[in-house]
């Protein structure tokens, strides 16, 4: 298969300083310094139009008088000179920059931001992706390549299978040096600094296919394109472990809207689901990542649940047990023939249990025995062995017992070795045979921890929810036109009425509600909807009624109603006297036996766009900040984990005497609630509270709905249908039944996880000259991983179609053509693939006219595939399709097929 479009980055065959020099302090000579200062087997070259030589070496002036096209460019120049560097480098056809170069200020004033909006558009008109600018460098220790200015060490670090992505350079440096002579080694190191071309997204997309990463660490300060970060570790995190350091905990800046979902709705918790969502794990110290990242370099399972401890000490016992518990982890049951086996192998005085305390003069060969009889124990899945320093026994010799069981159990072996010089060399012993080890007990239950988080986070990213999945049909114009109304009157709060109607049309249950805007009024709607009632007044500038004096429960007839309702105008006119008294909502008082009052929320994140929030509902709702967060769109199993992270949870079963809630129909509710956010990006924020629970049913008793202004829905709209989402849903919308030239009826559909044994058949399927023409090199058959790869997609980032025939269980794949993004963010690169026996029958034609259809919803210009020049067949079909075709620069076999997308 061709090297993936950022292939040039990481694995640079040659290389440019622009801006090199000798001076002394100058940025140019310390990333000379640094690229020269190892065996990088790669060419390197200088430009600086000031020097002829640098360091004895030739300078060239600028970049089109180099002897070939570079791979990539590292700009230590004046930041006065960055725009006119890149345009060099797209002349002479460099399509890939790192820029060191500083002086381009935090770009928060409008100077700045001008200055950094014209580099970004310099780079793209030039067509060169650029990493920074600020970025400390870029180390591939693999390749001996350092292309930074991180230190002064002249150590490279050691090569490995951790990829660490950073937005703090010096955070990068400090994390370089603290590993150093530990087993942790690197695939790759990047600072990122400004990001204004390269983020996250794309830069994890290359080790998402990195053979060299296993292993992925982030530390992170800001998200500037959730969508794309989260695809891009949704991306990865099916593949490979993530582990995220996020700095900078301060809440965003939101305008108030007088709902609770507005408050709640802090930016950490936020920035948590989701990367729970994104199946990575966060950790929130650099210990802990760190910790983590230990635990990550051996070849470990990643579930790790059930631990056992063993100590020569009974205090360090205890406080790995505490530390267990603390994670949730378990203190794995022991078998009764592992009790047997260590009482007869071990003394009196030793405490056979977990934490299994060997005893102060436990020797080697104690710390042996154990260690073999737990790891053979079916119900352990992780030892922690814990050493303190004793005369009778040496640390290294318990390291090399700790390293021989390591090797004959396929299970996790950590090891704490506590003290300092006495037992440095052995934790070098430990470090050299790869053994995670670990200065202190917490830390090491604290990585272990992780990895339980991880398998957990895992089973959310494995969830592909789509806009709606109960079934029902939401009248999408009534909402349409209900917005409209609104914004025609200059509001963009919604009465309550107005409310009950946008839940109706999303299947939402909420109590009768109607307007009255005198007493009289409110007696006849009372008498409709019969007794009791409540009654609240309706004003778009009091937020909290019943801090105005607002509410009037429980009225159980017309009399009580006209009481309250005079009281509720004259109080709240009294209260507060400026604000716009429309009239006030009716609704039957709802009381029902054994009834939970819930909260649904739906806010909007400044960096991941619409939110859901579920919670304890009533007037004490922010008192009492016991709400969950998720990204939609979700599903049931989705619904079901966000219920079990709040307190209230433990309400909704049965106890005493009172009846266990309809989780269904609280299920159901939720499930709507989320289609109503992800259908509708003109909702800012909306509150229903309290939503009543109860044995028979839920229903919403008062909703609290904003808009947007119109003109920031119309600037979301050019997005796509989905752009105030952080998360793509499955896009069902997509499918459809057609009927091809030869009569056969088939379904084309995006794919789906569950379609892994469908495509490693179809596969299966496939001649080996298809397979080659398809992945440009001899195949047999797809590895697991791949297969993986190619079914558990992010939508919003690609998309693949396939054509499948049959029903049911029944169904059988017979064509894909997919998309995915390219370098050049308005250009998707497709791949298609049709079995034999459909060939002639216009399955390929109509698979790609839906691609191109589906590409120019996700904002794409162009299309290109390669070709291989010997696949004359598929030369012609894209000729058919309007493709121009082009040689490929960097491959002389492969051909370039290219077309726009018009509207």
């Known amino acids: 298969m061709s090297q993936h479009k950022l292939g040039k980055l990481f694995e640079p065959q040659s ?21 020269r200062a190892h065996p990088y087997a790669g060419r390197a070259y ?19 008088d180099l002897p070939e096209r570079v791979d990539l460019a590292l700009i230590a120049a004046p930041a006065s000179s960055c725009a006119a560097i890149l345009r060099e480098c797209g002349a002479s056809g460099c399509n890939h920059a790192l820029m060191l170069s500083h002086g381009f200020g935090s770009g928060s004033s409008d100077a700045d931001l001008a200055a950094t909006q014209k580099l970004a558009d310099v780079a793209r008109a030039a067509r060169v992706r650029l990493v920074g600018p600020n970025a400390r460098g870029l180390l591939r220790p693999r390749i001996a390549l350092d292309a930074s200015a991180m230190t002064d060490v002249d150590t490279m670090p050691s090569a490995g299978s951790l990829a660490v992505l950073s937005q703090s350079g010096a955070w990068l440096s400090i994390l370089r040096d603290f590993v150093a002579g530990s087993s942790i080694g690197f695939s790759s190191l990047l600072s990122l600094g400004a990001s204004l071309d390269l983020d996250f997204g794309e830069l994890l997309d290359y080790f998402t296919f990195d053979a060299q990463t296993s292993d992925v660490l982030l530390y992170i300060e800001e998200v500037k394109n959730a969508p794309a970060f ?45 990367i729970a969502r994104a199946g990575a794990v966060r950790v929130q110290t650099a210990m802990q990542m760190v910790a983590a990242a230990r635990l990550l370099t051996g070849t470990h399972s990643r579930t790790q649940q059930r631990v056992v401890a063993i100590t020569n000490g009974r205090g360090p016992g205890l406080v790995a047990a505490d530390a267990v518990r603390e994670q949730k982890l378990t203190l794995a049951p022991l078998t009764e023939i592992t009790y047997q086996a260590l009482r007869s192998a071990l003394p009196k005085h030793a405490h056979v249990g977990n934490p299994l305390d060997l005893a102060g003069d436990a020797t080697a060969e104690r710390y042996r025995v154990a260690m073999n009889a737990v790891l053979a124990d079916e119900h352990v899945d992780v ?64 990585a272990i921890g992780f990895l339980e988080t991880f398998a957990r986070n895992q089973s959310l990213l494995r969830q592909v929810p ?59 709607l009372a008498d409709s909807f019969g007794y009791p009632v409540v009654l609240k007044v309706v004003s778009p500038d009091i937020a909290h009624k019943t801090e105005m004096g607002g509410v009037r429960l429980d009225l159980r007839d017309g009399e009580s109603v006209r009481r309250a309702a005079t009281a509720i105008f004259e109080e709240v006119g009294h209260r507060a006297p400026d604000a716009r008294v429309i009239g006030l909502t009716v609704q039957p008082y709802v009381r029902q036996r054994g009834q939970r009052e819930l909260y649904l929320g739906i806010a909007n994140d400044p960096t991941f766009g619409t939110v859901l929030a579920f919670g304890a509902g009533g007037i004490a709702v922010e008192r009492l900040d016991d709400v969950a967060f998720e990204l939609p769109p979700v599903n049931d199993v989705l619904i079901n984990n966000m219920i079990n992270r709040t307190r209230v949870s433990r309400l909704l079963d049965a106890y005493s005497n009172v009846p266990a809630i309809n989780r269904e129909a609280l299920t159901t509710m939720m499930l709507r609630f989320s289609t109503l956010a992800c259908a509708c990006p003109e909702i800012a924020a909306c509150d229903l509270n309290p939503v009543i629970a109860y044995e028979h049913g839920t229903v919403a008793v008062d909703a609290r709905v904003v808009l947007k202004e119109r ?86 980032r690609e998309l693949a179609l396939v054509g499948v025939v049959g029903e049911g269980l029944e ?9 995915t993004p390219t370098t050049i963010p308005e250009r998707c690169e497709f791949a298609i693939v049709v079995e034999e026996s459909m060939h002639g029958n216009g399955l390929a034609r109509t698979l790609m006219q839906r691609l191109f259809d589906a590409a120019r919803l996700r904002g794409y210009r162009e299309i290109e595939g390669i070709v291989l020049r010997e696949n004359p067949r598929m030369l012609k079909f894209c000729e058919s399709l309007g493709f121009v075709i082009q040689p490929n620069p960097d491959d002389p076999g492969e051909r370039i097929a290219l077309r726009t997308l018009a509207d």
């Not at 002829?52 to 970049?63: D, L, T």
């Not at 640390?395 to 700790?402: G, L, P, Q």
């Not at 939401?474 to 839940?503: I, N, S």
């Open 811 to 819: 169904q059988k794949i017979v064509g894909v053509a997919r998309i």
């Open 711 to 796: 003109s920031k829905v119309t600037a979301l709209r050019r997005l796509g249908r989905y752009g105030h989402l952080a998360v793509y849903p499955y896009p069902r919308e997509l499918e459809e039944r057609v009927t091809l030239r030869d009569g056969t009826d088939l379904l084309i559909r995006p794919i789906q996880p569950e379609d892994a044994t469908r495509e490693r058949e179809f596969i299966s399927r496939l001649s080996p000259e298809t397979l080659y023409f398809r992945f440009m090199m001899p195949v047999r058959e797809l590895p697991a991983a791949m297969i993986e790869r190619f079914t558990q997609i992010d939508y919003g």
């Open 15 to 35: 290389v440019a300083v622009v801006g090199a020099s000798e001076r002394e302090g100058s940025l140019g000579r310390a990333v000379w310094k640094r690229l």
């Open 466 to 524: 789509e806009q709606s999945v109960d079934g029902f049909v939401p009248r999408l114009d009534d909402a349409q036109k209900l917005f409209e109304h609104v914004w025609a009157e200059g509001r963009t709060l919604l009465y309550a009425h107005e409310a009950r109607q946008l839940l109706s049309a999303f299947g939402i249950a909420m109590t009768n509600t109607g307007i009255a805007r005198t007493p009289t009024e409110a007696v006849t």
């Open 46 to 64: 200088a430009v600086n139009p000031k020097h002829k030589e640098v360091f004895g070496e030739p300078c060239y002036a600028k970049m089109t």
């Open 383 to 446: 030892v922690l062995v814990l050493f303190s320093p004793q005369a009778i026994v040496s640390a290294d010799d318990v390291a090399n017992e700790i390293i021989a069981a390591s090797a004959q159990y396929r299970k996790t072996v950590l090891a704490v070795l506590g003290g300092g010089p006495s037992v440095a060399a052995a934790r070098i012993k430990l470090d050299q045979a790869r053994i995670p080890q670990f200065l202190s007990t917490e830390n090491a239950v604290d």
């Open 230 to 274: 989260m695809s891009g570790v949704r991306q990865i995190s099916r593949m490979k472990p993530v582990i995220v350091l996020k700095a900078d905990r301060a809440d965003l800046h939101r305008e108030p809207d007088g709902t609770h979902a507005n408050v709640l709705a802090q930016h950490d918790r936020i920035f948590e689901a989701a």
